[in-house]
Each structure stands twice: as structure tokens, then as C-alpha cells.
Antibody, heavy 118, light 113 residues
Framework: QVQLVQSGAEVRKPGSSVKFSCKAS????????INWVRQAPGQGLEWMGG??????TANYAQKFQGRVTITADKSTTTLEVSSLRSDDTALYYC?????????????WGQGTLVTVSS | DIVITQSPDSLAVSLGERATINCKSS????????????LAWYQQKPGQPPKLLIY???TREFGVPDRFSGSGSGTDFTLTISSLQAEDVAVYYC?????????FGQGTKVEIK
């Protein structure tokens, strides 16, 4: 079974950008959309956007439109967040949908912690 | 955006007893093409990513114990743990995938009484 492996923790200053990755270990993403979900410390889950690795088409929550970019090839997806603020401090997860065009998230990466601090 | 509200925020249940979590969406999440509700349930333990338990409101994900069940339709849904085990202590989230942005409830913390 394909596992999602994310890159390591990042520390950034407010106003800067960060880019991190999620790789399908042992295979490819297949025909499944990969999504990014974040979780601020002690808080709930927030969907940011997703991408079809086959078609390369991304869709974003309006809240993040223009500030977030998701890219992907068949086995790696990256999330870039610009104009970072302190409230972007969170654990960022990649997650694969349970079936084609069924965005319930069956497989999750271990998370990438992003800390935004001056 | 569809707003998802869970109740209660937390509950304490004795081992072996039933735990019930409710989830209400601000609009129907019934997908007319297959007559299924676009509602999922997750379990999250400390220091771990969420784990998918249920999707299509009542379809159990592979490997999930049958003490977990989902029910409901339209706007009102329930996750039931029929006989609480110690390993079920976690925060549970529901999520709609009917209309983007996909949104989650605020979470329900389940503890042992």
C-alpha cells in the first residue's frame, strides 16, 4: 500500500514563503486527488486545496486562493504558502482521497510542522 | 460554505458502553447521482494524523472495527461506538465532501468515564 511521506519541519519569519512536499512511498498517487489539510495547535482540521496528479489541475479553498500553490507529478506533491503570518503556524497534512472523485481522506502523511515566528 | 456542527464537544463514557456523536450540516449533503450522503467520520489520536472511519455516511473503511457505525441522511448524522474500548479515546471529526470547500466539524473529544 502506498504511504505518504512528508518533508521535515520548517521555521519561517512573517512575510516569507515556505514550500514542502509529500511523496508516495512505494508507488504513485494513481488516479487519486491529493489534498492538503492543516491543523493549528490544539485546533481542528481545515482543508486548503487539492490537486489531480494526472491532470495537474488544482483547486483551492477561497480563503487560500492567491496565497497557496499546489503542484504535483505522479508521485510527489508540493504545497507553497506565501506571505506567511503567525496564524499559519500549523501542522500541514497531505491526504489521498478514498476513491477517484471521493474526497474523504483515506491515507494521510505524517504531517509537516510549520512555525511562523519573528 | 457548508458549516458542520458537532455535538457534544466532549463526552465521557464507561468502558463497554455506547458513545454517540452527532454531526449537523448547514445544508443537505445528499448526492443525488448515487443517493449517498457525502459525509465522512475520522478518529484522531494525540500525535497522529486523522484516520478515516466512515464515508458515504455509513460505509466503514477497510479494517475499521464493526463497533463503529455511521447513520443519518440529509443534514443530520451520527457516529456510534457500540462498546467503547480504551483505544477509542480520541477526538472524532465529521467532514462533508458534497460541496467545496470540504469542511470539518469542530471535533468531539471522547474520554473514559
Amino acid at each position: 500500500q502506498v504511504q505518504l511521506v512528508q518533508s521535515g519541519a520548517e521555521v519561517r519569519k512573517p512575510g516569507s514563503s515556505v514550500k514542502f512536499s509529500c511523496k508516495a512511498s512505494g508507488g504513485t498517487f494513481g488516479g487519486f486527488q491529493i489534498n492538503w489539510v492543516r491543523q493549528a495547535p490544539g485546533q481542528g482540521l481545515e482543508w486548503m486545496g487539492g490537486i489531480s496528479p494526472i491532470f495537474g489541475t488544482a483547486n483551492y479553498a477561497q480563503k487560500f486562493q492567491g496565497r497557496v500553490t499546489i503542484t504535483a507529478d505522479k508521485s510527489t506533491t508540493t504545497l507553497e504558502v506565501s506571505s506567511l503570518r503567525s496564524d499559519d503556524t500549523a501542522l500541514y497534512y497531505c491526504a489521498r482521497e478514498v476513491g477517484p472523485h471521493v474526497p474523504a481522506f483515506a491515507s494521510w502523511g505524517q504531517g509537516t510542522l510549520v512555525t511562523v515566528s519573528s | 460554505d457548508i458549516v458542520i456542527t458537532q455535538s457534544p464537544d466532549s463526552l465521557a463514557v464507561s468502558l463497554g458502553e455506547r458513545a454517540t456523536i452527532n454531526c449537523k450540516s448547514s445544508q443537505s449533503v445528499l448526492y443525488s447521482s448515487n443517493n449517498e450522503d457525502c459525509l465522512a467520520w475520522y478518529q484522531q489520536k494525540p500525535g497522529q494524523p486523522p484516520k478515516l472511519l466512515i464515508y458515504w455516511a455509513s460505509t466503514r473503511e477497510f479494517g475499521v472495527p464493526d463497533r463503529f457505525s455511521g447513520s443519518g441522511s440529509g443534514t443530520d448524522f451520527t457516529l456510534t461506538i457500540s462498546s467503547l474500548q480504551a483505544e477509542d479515546v480520541a477526538v472524532y471529526y465529521c467532514q462533508q465532501y458534497y460541496s467545496p470547500p470540504w469542511t470539518f466539524g469542530q471535533g468531539t473529544k471522547v474520554e473514559i468515564k
